[in-house]
């Protein structure tokens, strides 16, 4: 069994140190008041079987917390007050300065927790040390200076999760859908370097990595572009091209057109791969300042395109883009293997969904390379079309920021509907399962403690738009200045962007399914279980319809992708109410309206059930199913596509991407137990267990992540059942 220090590093549970502490504490209080030796080790094993219970790592403060219980258990309250006095003079020492030993435990690569924080970063590179350190810096002065003390309070006990403090001290919003159109057609300005509108193909693919390079660095959330904003450079290339091989057959006196197409078209094909590789790969080779290559989302949507020539010339864009990614990228060891970045995103449409349909060729290739390389996800343009309704009364289908961030419908003061440049501000996530623990069954207690928990969480988001408020287009100039979100005069504030729409408020939501089960006894696939949930969900919404009315500032609500936060509200909940069957009993709480890992349901029913309920969270959403390998069943996957475009607005293919660097093996890597009880990953063929001679992919949270996880994760990718 492990143990978690207080600076974050991992050591052997040693049940000695109980014992002593005890002891200690025993000998400063008068004869009358002491416990005798046997109840000392009494209280060492009770705790010690607690821990062994949950079956994870613990902290320090939880086997404080329960060698407190076990003394105040026996009644010696003397010996308690004693031990707890002790315990909390130690912690006054401790808070004169609340970051060097996290600091130091991280540069010595031994902070557990910060090595599993994002499965995406390595916590042994230099630059992901350099920001993690400034993370720690970050969230010292939240905590002790920007943020109200009953809202810090609230986010360490795991009643609401504050996102990205480690960013919060920086005037920094969370994620975007980059204007990549009008940064290509009316240049821009990386550097301090004037960029102009590119001549080519390639060209554009090459400002356009380097366009994401720098947005990554000047916010900490995910961004997304449109492969129809590179399309029209396909034509651009085309001309030239032609010119290019007219030029030189008319030297050999050839005038044939047919000719001329043919040699015109292929080199264009042997441009377009060019510069698809060149997003690829300088997209998985970056390195942005947050350490990490920049999280990417690429969208593909025919239904973009302006006219017929930029649609067909789009096709061949995502053809490649498909392509390349079924091919994957190489590793260390020369093996081809699956990246991380970019995530895709396919829109199913009545063009392509269908046999038959023109595109259907590269749905087709859509789901080879799912079953291949466990993207793209598919957005159905048919749903999007019904749930995306702006003021006008028309639908709208676009891409989300990131994994699921989307943004709501807004008509600019033209009466035209606008997406890219437009940002979210930031994520506050409420805790739904300690709500429904705390009601104690009573639903009107329950409405009462929701009630609190919203206002909590609405002042949480305000802060978040405050520190916002006032922040001149100078600290972004790719951002604010120079196109990527829009184009204003040096020394302007962002303000005016802040409001009315423009940008978004996340309310985000955990733990759907343990709430409802902590309420009703009912599971969210039970009838009863169902409509308790859209009833919490409803009531969600109601709270930030009512926050946008008074205030004209878009709050949406948001399924949040908890990666460690899930083990931290795990720990919490475990922490103030023990081991519930079915609520508190594993190390994870299931992300946002999902149905719960373990419980068996067809894809196509959990599908179904799911889509109401992502229909009730309009700042983003994304819904899975669990399935083997289907690189041979493509009919299978096709179906499920067919399924989502007629049932459900986003969704994706959970399947599996691993290679073992020792013995080759390319099936899929297990997770095991160690003789501590720590969660493993090994290969079933030669049995390494060294996470830095494997390859491992999995989905977490609406995007893949190659870096391994916390305990409370990885068990939660060990319990998933196939739902096909």
Same mark, same amino acid.
């Given at each position: =069994?492990?143990?978690?220090?207080? !600076? ?15 002891? @200690? ?5 008068? /004869? ?16 010690? @079987? @607690? ?38 003079? +130690? ?43 400034? %993370? ?68 554009? $693919? ?28 396909? !034509? ?14 008319s030297e050999a006196g050839i005038t044939d057109e047919a000719t001329i197409n043919k040699i015109t078209e292929k080199r264009l094909r042997d441009e377009i791969n060019r510069g698809v590789q060149c997003i690829q790969y300088q997209v998985v080779t970056l390195l942005t300042t947050n350490g990490q290559a920049p999280f990417i989302t690429v969208f593909m949507y025919l239904g973009e395109a302006k006219d017929e020539v930029e649609r067909a010339d789009l096709a061949l864009i995502i053809e490649e883009v498909l392509l390349q990614r ?22 199913? /449409? ?8 023109? *595109? ?75 709500? %429904? ?5 009573? =639903? ?12 909590? $969480? ?23 200045? *120079? ?6 005069? @040096? ?9 009315? %729409? ?5 309310? %985000? *939501?955990?733990?759907?399914?343990? $709430? ?21 969900? +409803?009531?969600? !919404? ?8 008074? /205030? ?62 992502q229909a009730l969270s309009p700042g983003g959403a994304i819904s899975y199913v669990e399935v083997p390998d289907m690189q041979n069943n493509l009919d299978a996957v096709l179906g499920v596509m067919e399924y989502i475009y007629d049932n459900i607005m986003y969704a994706e293919l959970n399947t599996k991407s691993d290679y073992c660097q020792v013995c080759g093996y390319d099936g899929e890597i297990q997770i095991c137990e160690d003789a501590d009880g720590k969660l493993v990953w090994e290969c079933p063929n030669c049995h390494n267990r ?35």
């Amino acid at each position: =069994m492990k143990l978690i220090k207080r !600076n974050g590093s991992e050591a052997i549970f040693d049940s000695q140190k109980i014992y002593s502490a005890v002891e @200690k504490a025993n000998r400063a209080v008068g /004869e009358s008041d002491r416990i005798k030796d046997s109840d000392i080790r009494k209280i060492t094993d009770k705790v010690v @079987k @607690k821990c062994e219970k949950l079956g994870r790592a613990v902290s320090v403060e939880e086997v404080q917390d329960m060698v407190e219980r076990e003394i105040m258990a026996l009644g010696a309250f003397t010996l308690a007050k004693t031990y707890i006095t002790y315990r909390y003079t +130690r912690e006054l020492v401790r808070k004169s300065n609340t970051t060097d030993d996290k600091i130091i435990s991280l540069i010595e690569c031994n902070n557990e927790e910060v090595k599993q924080e994002n499965s995406n970063k390595n916590p042994t590179v230099n630059s992901v040390q350099r920001d993690y350190m400034a %993370g720690e810096v970050s969230k010292d002065i939240t905590r002790r200076i920007l943020l109200p003390a009953d809202i810090v309070k609230a986010h360490e006990e795991g009643l609401i999760h504050f996102h990205d403090a480690d960013y919060f001290a920086q005037h920094m919003h969370n994620c975007d859908l980059v204007n990549l159109e009008d940064m290509l057609q009316n240049g821009t300005v990386i550097s301090g370097t004037m960029i102009e509108k590119p001549h080519s193909f390639s060209t554009a $693919c090459n400002i356009a990595t380097q366009i994401i390079a720098q947005v990554a660095s000047n916010q900490y959330g995910g961004q997304s572009i449109s492969l129809t904003h590179l399309a029209p450079f396909v !034509n651009v290339s085309r001309m030239k091209l032609r010119r290019e091989v007219t030029e030189e057959l008319s030297e050999a006196g050839i005038t044939d057109e047919a000719t001329i197409n043919k040699i015109t078209e292929k080199r264009l094909r042997d441009e377009i791969n060019r510069g698809v590789q060149c997003i690829q790969y300088q997209v998985v080779t970056l390195l942005t300042t947050n350490g990490q290559a920049p999280f990417i989302t690429v969208f593909m949507y025919l239904g973009e395109a302006k006219d017929e020539v930029e649609r067909a010339d789009l096709a061949l864009i995502i053809e490649e883009v498909l392509l390349q990614r079924i091919r994957g990228v190489k590793n260390e060891a020369g093996v081809w293997i699956t990246p991380a970045f970019p995530k895709l995103i396919y829109v199913l /449409e009545e063009d392509n969904v269908r046999e038959g349909s023109k *595109y259907h060729y590269l749905t087709k290739l859509a789901a080879k390379c799912t079953a291949k390389r466990m993207v793209p996800d598919y957005i159905s343009e048919k749903i999007m079309l019904e749930n995306k309704i702006d003021k006008n009364g028309e639908g709208h289908c676009y891409t989300c920021m990131g994994c699921r961030s989307f943004l709501t419908p807004y008509v600019d003061g033209d009466g035209k509907p606008k997406y890219y440049g437009r940002f979210n501000q930031g994520v506050v996530t409420v805790n739904l399962v300690d709500i %429904g623990l705390s009601a104690g069954k009573d =639903m009107d207690r329950f409405r009462e403690i929701f009630d609190e928990r919203m206002e909590l $969480c609405h002042r949480a988001l305000r802060a978040r738009h405050e520190r916002l408020l006032g922040t001149l287009s100078d600290a972004a100039p790719i951002l604010w200045q *120079y196109g990527a979100l829009t184009r204003l005069n @040096k020394g302007e504030t962002i303000d005016k962007y802040l409001y009315g %729409g423009y940008s978004t408020l996340s309310l %985000g *939501y955990a733990g759907l399914w343990e $709430c409802v089960y902590a309420l009703s006894g009912k599971k969210l696939t039970e009838p009863e279980g169902e409509e308790l949930g859209l009833e919490i969900m +409803r009531m969600l !919404n109601s709270y930030t319809a009512r926050w946008k009315a008074a /205030e004209n500032i878009d709050y949406s609500l948001y399924g949040t992708p908890l990666e460690s936060t899930t083990y931290k509200f795990a720990k919490c909940l475990q922490k103030r109410f023990g081991v519930i069957e079915g609520v508190t009993d594993r190390s994870y709480i299931t992300n946002s309206y999902h149905v719960h890992v373990t419980e068996e349901i067809d894809a196509f029913e959990k599908l179904a059930l799911e889509a109401k309920f992502q229909a009730l969270s309009p700042g983003g959403a994304i819904s899975y199913v669990e399935v083997p390998d289907m690189q041979n069943n493509l009919d299978a996957v096709l179906g499920v596509m067919e399924y989502i475009y007629d049932n459900i607005m986003y969704a994706e293919l959970n399947t599996k991407s691993d290679y073992c660097q020792v013995c080759g093996y390319d099936g899929e890597i297990q997770i095991c137990e160690d003789a501590d009880g720590k969660l493993v990953w090994e290969c079933p063929n030669c049995h390494n267990r060294d996470q830095s001679k494997m390859n491992v992919a999995r989905r977490t949270c609406g995007y893949i992540g190659t870096q391994y996880w916390n305990q409370g994760r990885t068990q939660e990718i060990k319990d998933r059942v196939l739902h096909l």
